[in-house]
């Protein structure tokens, strides 16, 4: 079992930036590949980004490549969401997710482990 927490979200202005992290505790963390998703009102939940258990392999969508960068500090056991040049379309609930599997992917129902989210504003 592996229990995920997010923090850092909050409300930005467009343009600005936050970071988002998502400790992680319980069976190895090392090993899981990890991503993160996003719900905006009224919408399906869709990815956003992920990386494999050492993060050599990063996955985007493509509205966020270029402002966005997953990372991840093993040592920690926490990875990060880096959010640049934040649109108001970047508003939603975002979700850390971890796979028992060391292989990222874009797929939500792979995903195994779910924290309970944080929401991110981003202000026009």
């Known amino acids: 079992q592996v229990q995920l927490v997010e923090a850092g979200g909050g409300l930005v202005q467009a343009g600005g930036s936050l970071r988002l992290s998502c400790a992680a505790s319980g069976r190895i963390f090392s090993r899981n590949a990890m991503g993160w998703f996003r719900q905006a009102p009224g919408k399906e939940r869709d990815f956003v980004a992920a990386?494999?258990?050492?993060?050599?392999?990063?996955l985007y969508a493509d509205s966020v490549k270029g402002r966005f960068t997953i990372s991840r500090d093993n040592a920690k056991n926490t990875v990060y969401l880096q959010m640049n040049s934040l649109k108001p379309e970047d508003t939603a609930v975002y979700y850390c997710?971890?796979?028992?599997?060391?292989?990222?992917?874009?797929?939500?129902?792979?995903?195994?482990?779910w924290g309970q989210g944080t929401q991110v504003t981003v202000s026009s």
């Open positions: 997710a971890a796979r028992r599997s060391t292989v990222a992917v874009n797929q939500e129902e792979l995903y195994n482990y």
């Open positions: 990386l494999n258990w050492s993060g050599g392999s990063l």
